[in-house]
């Protein structure tokens, strides 16, 4: 599986008529990212598909995502990315081998730490009613970006009316493809050390490490 499942970098396009910078919308988002920055640390179940109506593609993948403030460990079947705020480990067991990466945090990405605060810049917002997911009636908000020559036109997100959590989100490109995000057994009441946010060789035995810095 690609790196770019879970790492996918933001280039919007097709801004639609509609899209404004909504105020109810934009409570909504503050009251989510206001949430889960008042959390230390947490960890959730989170899947991925990969759906593309028109082609017949509908793959999908799971794994298990920790956060601590802007560092995050995401473990996969096929992959684990790592990164500590500085540096991103990308592991792939099916060959043992690890690439090395600074982190920018400059840059238009979306990762598991930075979903929620990604419309307060780029992006205009309108609130699109209630939907149930995941078991909850959830506030449904689109992200529309300002740039015009961006691969992606639309983010979905799914934040929960009970307590502010994200729920899941949807990254809609124009080819067709649809990316779509679950997050699950959400737990806050963690306890988790910074060096879980490196990685450590010694315990991947032969492991082939690419430094990209």
């Known amino acids: 599986m690609k790196k770019y499942i879970f790492l996918v970098v933001i280039g919007l396009t097709g801004v639609t008529a509609y899209a404004q910078y909504d105020p109810q919308a934009r409570e909504v988002l503050d009251n989510m990212s206001e949430k889960i920055r008042s959390i230390n640390a947490y960890s959730a179940s989170i899947s991925n598909s990969l759906v593309n109506e028109v082609e017949g593609i509908n793959d999908e993948f799971k794994g298990k995502i920790t956060v601590k403030g802007d560092m995050y460990r995401l473990e996969l079947d096929e992959q684990v990315v790592i990164n500590n705020g500085t540096t991103v480990w990308t592991y792939l067991p099916d060959v043992n081998e690890v690439n090395i990466d600074n982190y920018d945090p400059d840059e238009d990405e979306i990762t598991p730490s930075k979903i929620y605060d990604a419309y307060k810049d780029g992006y205009k917002y309108i609130y699109m009613g209630n939907e149930t997911k995941e078991g909850e009636m959830t506030h449904v908000i689109d992200l529309v970006p300002n740039d015009l020559d961006a691969q992606f036109f639309k983010i979905k997100l799914y934040v929960s009316k009970k307590d502010n959590l994200l729920k899941g989100w949807t990254m809609f490109e124009k080819s067709g493809n649809q ?21 450590n060789p010694a315990n991947y035995p032969g492991v082939e490490i690419i430094d990209l810095r």
Do not use: P, T
């Not at 779509?180 to 946010?197: L, N, T």
């Open 179 to 199: 990316y779509i995000y679950a997050i699950r057994d959400f737990d806050s009441g963690i306890s988790v050390k910074d060096s879980s946010f490196e990685f």
